[in-house]
């Protein structure tokens, strides 16, 4: 299981997750890319949105349903969480170090449908868009 653990120097928790240290991928071989070719299968590109768990929020175009294409921003829950789901934990002290069990909701935005743009990329109204999701979705904090 995850822990959260207090930042001495800084303040801010963090998450340790050591069981998330080899992902699903880890254990395929390794395969040379071809010079030109497609990148091959993504999960968060448009298209592709049952691939991923159902999504919990999204911008969408109007008249379109969830969980298909025609979302400009979309988020969903991690396949592959650091977090696990369940009541606040209680939070444990020895001297100046503190930490709790890593309980909490781990989610993907998946800032825009265009696999190649980075944010920065993007037209200032997909950002004015993109930018305030993660705020949007009401976390706790922890301090």
């Not at 030109?36 to 999204?58: H, L, M």
Request: include cysteine.
């Amino acid at each position: 299981m995850s822990e959260l653990r207090k930042d001495i120097v800084n303040g801010r928790w963090v998450i340790l997750a050591s069981e998330r240290s080899k992902r699903p991928d880890d254990f395929r071989p390794a395969q040379a890319a071809k010079e030109g070719a497609p990148s091959g299968f993504c999960p968060f590109c448009p298209g592709s949105e049952s691939k991923t768990p159902p999504e919990v929020f999204a911008y969408r175009k109007p008249g379109t349903r969830r969980d298909r294409p025609g979302w400009r921003v979309r988020v969903v829950p991690n396949k592959f969480p650091a977090l696990n789901r369940g009541l606040p934990p209680e939070r444990q002290e020895d001297g100046i170090f503190q930490w709790m069990d890593g309980i909490g909701v781990h989610e993907v935005v998946i800032e825009n449908p265009d696999h190649g743009k980075e944010l920065c990329d993007l037209p200032l109204s997909q950002v004015q868009t993109t930018a305030p999701v993660p705020a949007s979705r009401q976390y706790r904090r922890l301090s």
